[in-house]
C-alpha cells in the first residue's frame, strides 16, 4: 500500500498536496484540526502532548498495513502572532512554536517510532520557509521554528543513514503561495510587520503561486531522488 501523511491537509498547501497523491492513488491521513474528510484525523499540533497520543494510536494502526512507500509532509504552520515577542502574551507565544517545532517533532517522532522498520520506501519531506534561513522582522517565532525544523531534519538524516532500513529526510522551500497563510500576513498591523505593503504588493502583481502549482513541483522534487538532509526551493522546478 503507497500511503501519503500531511499535518495540515486541510487547506492551503496541504490540500493541493492530498489532491496530488489521491491521485497516485495513494491512501491519505490528514492531520489537522478542522479537515472533515474521511481521510482527516483531528489533531491540534499546538497541543503537543494531547497530539501525541493520538499519532502514537494512528501510526500504530496505519503501519500494521502492507508497506509499499510511505511519505510523511511535516506541513502545518502557522506564522501568527507577528510583532515583537515582549509584546506577545506567553500562551500566544508557545502556541506558535508547539505547531511550527514542538508539535512537529512529535509527529515525526510518532513517524519514526511507527515506521522505522518497515522494510520500504520512506520519506520525510518538511514544507519549509526562505524564513529558516534569514530573519524577517515581526516573525522572530516563526523564523526561529522553521530553521530549527530544517536542523533537526538534517540532524534525522544523520542518524538515519546507518539504519537498516532508513528514513529519508529532507526540507522544501515552497516560496510564496496564495493560501490563508498569505492572507493572514496581509492583515498585520504595520507596527507589528514593517514590511506588510510589500505582501500586499506580492499579491496585487500576481507573484503569488498557486497551491496547485506548487504542490506538482513538490511531487517533481520528490521524483528527482532528493539526497538525506537536502534542501530544495520549489522555484527552481516552476517558470
Ligand atoms: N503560504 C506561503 O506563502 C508559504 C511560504 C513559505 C512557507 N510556507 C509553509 O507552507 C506550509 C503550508 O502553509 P499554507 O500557506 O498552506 O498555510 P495555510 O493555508 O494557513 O494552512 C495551514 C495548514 O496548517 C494546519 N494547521 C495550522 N495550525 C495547526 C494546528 N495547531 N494543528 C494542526 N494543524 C494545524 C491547518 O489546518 P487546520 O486549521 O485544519 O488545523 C492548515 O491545513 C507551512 O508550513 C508554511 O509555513 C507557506
Given at each position: 500500500?503507497?500511503?501519503?501523511?500531511?499535518s495540515g491537509g486541510s487547506r492551503g498547501l496541504g490540500a493541493a498536496l492530498v489532491d496530488e497523491y489521491r491521485r497516485a492513488g495513494y491512501e491519505i491521513t490528514d492531520l489537522s484540526r478542522?479537515?472533515?474528510?474521511?481521510?482527516s484525523v483531528q489533531v491540534d499540533l499546538a497541543q503537543p502532548k494531547a497530539a501525541q497520543q493520538i499519532l502514537d494510536d494512528e501510526f500504530g494502526r496505519i503501519a500494521a498495513d502492507p508497506c509499499e512507500h510511505v511519505l510523511l509532509f511535516n506541513n502545518a504552520g502557522d506564522v501568527m502572532p507577528v510583532g515583537q515577542v515582549a509584546d506577545?502574551?506567553?500562551?500566544?507565544?508557545l502556541g506558535n512554536v508547539n505547531v511550527n517545532f514542538v508539535g512537529a517533532i512529535v509527529l515525526l517522532r510518532a513517524f519514526m517510532l511507527a515506521f522505522q522498520a518497515k522494510n520500504c520506501p520512506k520519506a520525510i519531506v518538511n514544507i519549509s520557509s526562505g524564513a529558516a534561513l534569514s530573519g524577517v522582522e515581526g516573525w522572530s517565532l516563526y523564523c526561529a521554528a522553521k530553521a530549527g525544523i530544517e536542523h533537526f531534519i538534517r540532524t534525522i538524516a544523520l542518524?538515519?543513514?546507518?539504519?537498516?532500513?532508513?528514513?529519508?529526510?529532507f526540507n522544501i522551500s515552497p516560496g510564496l503561495i496564495d493560501t490563508g497563510m498569505?492572507?493572514?500576513?496581509?492583515?498585520?498591523a504595520q507596527t507589528d510587520f514593517p514590511r506588510v505593503q510589500d505582501f500586499v504588493g506580492f499579491k496585487a502583481e500576481g507573484a503569488l503561486r498557486s497551491p496547485a502549482l506548487v504542490a506538482g513541483a513538490v511531487?517533481?522534487?520528490?521524483?528527482?531522488?532528493?539526497?538525506p538532509g537536502s534542501r530544495h526551493e520549489v522555484a527552481d522546478y516552476v517558470p
Open positions: 500500500m503507497k500511503r501519503m501523511i500531511i478542522s479537515g472533515r474528510s474521511g481521510d506577545k502574551a506567553v500562551d500566544t507565544v542518524e538515519q543513514a546507518n539504519n537498516p532500513f532508513p528514513i529519508n529526510a498569505q492572507a493572514s500576513i496581509r492583515s498585520a511531487v517533481a522534487i520528490l521524483a528527482s531522488d532528493p539526497a
